[in-house]
């Protein structure tokens, strides 16, 4: 299968290490689990959208993001096992580097420039299954849909739009396991059936 993953809030955690970095910053006392909403500058009244996104452009940051929990050995294993990944990411251009040097290629060595896409438009991308923590980039699109559990996109209803949620890794390797066998199963339905 050709497999797309999100690179923040998925592969790596953005969102828990970008508020820590503001609490340090300007002295807020916020929690990722705070964070209700997709756009930030909800969960830090008093700070403008220039410093919260700010942020997002400083290099410090990336140099303290860590893979998600059990991420790197999940993709590794797909990989070994024939799959096609694809880190699939709309990350501003400006810091491309640092996030491919400081985070993915420094936790995922074995992913290199060639499995990565830059696109704000996710739905143009062409693959069996996309796992992503942004409702916006699941909707629509040709792709079986995985989402990654976070508090901001927790008030979604997710089966309402034929999305399965998961919380960790180890849920998604099992989601990836069965779309696979329901896939092998569709071909052999179809080789019955000539
Ligand atoms: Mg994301």
């Not at 910053?25 to 964070?35: A, F, H, M, S």
């Not at 062409?126 to 923590?133: E, K, M, R, V």
């Not at 980039?137 to 040709?142: Q, W």
């Not at 508090?151 to 998961?166: M, Q, S």
């Amino acid at each position: 299968m050709r497999i797309l993953i999100d690179a923040d809030g998925v592969l790596e955690n953005l969102s828990q290490e970008w508020v820590l970095y503001l609490d340090e910053k300007y002295g807020r006392n916020v929690e990722y689990e705070d964070l209700k909403e997709w756009d930030m500058t909800a969960a830090f009244p008093g700070l403008t959208r220039e410093q919260v996104y700010g942020a997002e452009l400083e290099e410090a940051l990336y140099d303290r993001m860590k893979p998600m929990p059990g991420a790197p050995e999940c993709v590794k294993r797909l990989l070994d096992a024939g799959h096609e990944v694809y880190v699939v990411t709309n990350t501003p251009y400006a810091v491309i580097q640092y996030k491919m040097e400081k985070v993915i290629f420094r936790y995922f060595p074995f992913l290199s420039w060639k499995n990565i896409v830059i696109t704000s438009n996710k739905q143009m991308i062409d693959g069996d299954i996309l796992i992503d923590d942004g409702i916006h980039n699941l909707i629509g699109g040709t792709y079986r849909k995985l989402l990654f559990d976070a508090p901001y996109n927790r008030d979604f209803d997710e089966k309402a739009h034929g999305i399965v949620r998961v919380k960790n890794w180890q849920e998604i390797e099992v989601e990836i396991a069965a779309a696979e066998q329901s896939c092998r199963e569709r071909i052999s339905d179809g080789l019955q059936a000539m």
